[in-house]
């Protein structure tokens, strides 16, 4: 969301249409995407939006997700429900549309719906990844405010917010506001999931904390111990619910694994942890 547009003859691109993936760069109605082959591995693919990393893809494996806060926001995903639920949920950014992809493999019942702002790049992550077509992973253009407000209340159990405009999130999406319109759309007990981007600072995940836990019963935070010590910069993942969050050994007992070990920070540590913070406001500029 908000990348800017570049113009339309910067880049020299490769034929559309070869209905698979071809590295290159390409113009997109926000600006510029590349597709890079992942040298590791014959089958992945990473996306970068205008210079930026954003997305990994295992053409051979949905459950495969490189980005390790990817894999932490589905370790809390699976942590309050099994496979066999009828998930309905909404992702708010979507790129290459990797964690959709991994909940349709993961939830075969589940019925996902991503938002993406560049119409272009929705066609052509379709046409390189051959993603899971409608009811089980439709891709809606627009802007992840207007569209949120404009759900059905009580209509989705998770809400996965992952939109970036270079290393931010847009100002509009991280409100008292906004979360008010997206727990609208929760069905009671829902999750809403944030991935925060700062750095050592922490400044913008206290003022992120402080805005979701006025609004939600319980939270959680999910980041590696460097990151929640302001050794760097990074990804923090904050989640609120009215039910409760991580509350058994699974959860951190799952966040242990992979090449980069998280902690689980319970709802008291979160509420700590933002408790001098301003919750951000629509009036903030």
Known sequence: MGRQRA????????EPGTGGPVAGKYTTDTG???LVPDGDNPNGWLLLLNGVQSSHVDLADPLRLDFEYMRWIMALVADRWGASEKLRTLS???AACSMPRYLVAAYPNSRNVVVEIDGALAGLVRDWFDLPRAPLLK?????ARQVTESLTESSRELIIRDVFAGSKTPHALTTAEFTAAAKNVLVPGGVYVVNCG??????VARREAATIAAAFVHTVIIADPPMLKGRRSGNVIIAGSDAPLGDGAGLPRALLGGAMPAQLWD???VRQFGQSAVVLSDEDR
């Open 139 to 143: 891709i809606r253009v627009g802007e």
């Open 198 to 203: 700062d750095s050592p600072a922490l400044a």
């Open 32 to 34: 510029t995407a590349e």
């Open 92 to 94: 708010l950014g979507g």
């Open 7 to 14: 113009p339309k003859n910067a880049v020299a691109e490769p």
């Open 267 to 269: 709802d008291e540590k």
